[in-house]
């Protein structure tokens, strides 16, 4: 069976690069589907603008009727803050057998050891990471040890273990930005073309940011 992808993130809002990151991931790495899981209580962003429905909205408005799209609510059901380390052992136990790549941007990656049980992850899941503009891989430090022990460049190995490797995967680089489309939404301007339509109407009638 094929590797479930997980793509987490604040999504405050989704826009084509994140969805053209997991599109590519989803063929390149065939993945039988990416699910995406916006945060509930981000525990290193401290606040979020939408707030967790307004952003689980948007989420599903960009995916809706792509095949291998999933939106996945499961952090914003949990109390506290959402910890990557316990939607991968939620994910697990609703499926004990499946290979399970947990998406993350380089700049993602690079602030791993800072995140919860981190060291646990790989345990759990594969780490699969998108090389985002401008950031290198690490080739020392802890991180830079994880990848020399458990790197791979051969995406069959995230099919025949269910967990336990890191694959650097390139991405196209788009250079969009929540923050700046948040910006640029708060000064009266359309988002139009960073995002699908359907994204950007929620967030007009929604009127967030
Ligand atoms: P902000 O501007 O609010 O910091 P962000 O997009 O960096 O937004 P998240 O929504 O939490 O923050 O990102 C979710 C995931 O998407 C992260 O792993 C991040 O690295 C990745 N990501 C963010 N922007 C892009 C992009 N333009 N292309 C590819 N991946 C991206």
Known sequence: MKPIGVFGGTFDPIHYGHLRSAFE???ALRFEEVRFIPCGDPPHRGVTYANAQQRMRLVECAIE???GFVADDRELRRDGPSYTIDTLHSLR?????????????MDAFLGLPG???WDEILDVAHIVVAHRPGWKAPDIGVLGEMITEHGTHRVAKLHDATHGSIHIHAVTQLEIASTEIRELVGAGRDPRFLMPDEVRDAILDMKIY
């Open 115 to 117: 995140w919860h049980r």
């Open 65 to 67: 009727g792509q095949p």
């Open 25 to 27: 991931m989803l063929q």
């Open 93 to 105: 136990e609703e499926f004990p057998d499946r290979s399970i790549g947990l998406i993350v941007g």
